[in-house]
């Protein structure tokens, strides 16, 4: 028997099982090329899914404004300003019948109030409200620039905020300035502990008779709270009163700082006169 044809038979078969042998077990072994989709192309973006850095936010909420802002007489602050909490109030409309208001070319605005018989001027920056004042004798609520303080530590904002008001006494229990501002001091003396360091003088407004007293008040634990401006005048069987108040400092504030536009506001104060000047 012929050997050759037999062992290149068998050498043919041994290369034919080999090479079956490699194919078979190694292409097994490799994944199939659609289970590495999903490891290569990421999820779709779904912004309501996504996860906030621990530290950092883009939301106003992490910012908490303490409003400073309170009224005199006992009042609770109704008027404090928290614009990133995102809620609204309705704000009563006065009517525009009774109400000029004219822009000037210096950056100040020329108010007149036909139902109560005045007019002031005040700068642009500052927000003028006659309409939701909080109070019946309260004709006007000015408020001026706010001022922001944020404490690096504790990643708090404070708002500081000064207004000034101007209140109408339709029926005076008298007519002696000097008793009707005795009487106003001694009701400040009781209710809010001012003392007789307080600074009080004569002085004019809308070309009448008046007094002026600046003071401070205190909070629950002693601690000055607030700073006043006030002035007192009586016209035409009218008291009128002007309050400038802001938080209290030793130091520049938002109180300081517009002192200056609120006393100009109030030496543009015009009452329009009924009777002769006293």
Not at 22 to 42: C, E, Q, W
Not at 56 to 82: A, K, P, Q, R, W
Request: aromatic share 12%; glycine share 6%; with cysteine.
């Amino acid at each position: 028997m012929n050997r050759e044809p037999v062992l290149a038979f068998v050498l043919v078969l041994s290369l034919c099982a080999n090479a079956y042998f490699i194919f078979v077990v190694h292409t097994s072994s490799v994944p199939d090329a659609g289970g590495l989709v999903p490891a290569l192309i990421p999820d779709s973006y779904d912004p309501g899914n996504s996860t906030e850095i621990s530290g950092v936010s883009n939301s106003t909420d992490d910012l908490h404004f303490s409003g400073h802002e309170s009224e005199f007489e006992g009042e609770s602050g109704e008027n404090n300003e928290y614009p990133d909490q995102g809620t609204t109030e309705p704000v009563t409309t006065a009517s525009r019948e009774t109400i000029l208001v004219t822009p000037t070319p210096d950056g100040w605005v020329a108010y007149t109030s036909k139902k109560h018989a005045f007019s002031i001027r005040y700068p642009v920056t500052w927000e003028l409200d006659d309409a939701s004042t909080g109070s019946p004798g309260r004709v006007v609520v000015l408020t001026a620039p706010p001022e922001t303080e944020c404490d690096s530590y504790s990643a708090q904002c404070f708002k500081y905020i000064a207004t000034m008001t101007i209140e109408i006494d339709q029926d005076p229990h008298t007519l002696s300035l000097e008793e009707y501002f005795n009487s106003a001091v001694s009701s400040l003396q009781k209710s809010h502990a001012i003392t007789s360091t307080s600074k009080s003088a004569p002085c004019m407004l809308s070309g009448n008779r008046a007094y002026q007293i600046e003071f401070y008040t205190r909070n629950e634990r002693g601690n000055p709270d607030r700073s006043y401006m006030q002035y007192y005048t009586l016209i035409d069987k009218k008291g009128y009163i002007i309050s400038y108040t802001g938080p209290y400092s030793s130091w520049e504030n938002v109180f300081s700082h517009n002192k200056g536009d609120a006393q100009r506001i109030i030496d543009s104060f015009d009452v329009e006169r009924t009777y002769e000047v006293v």
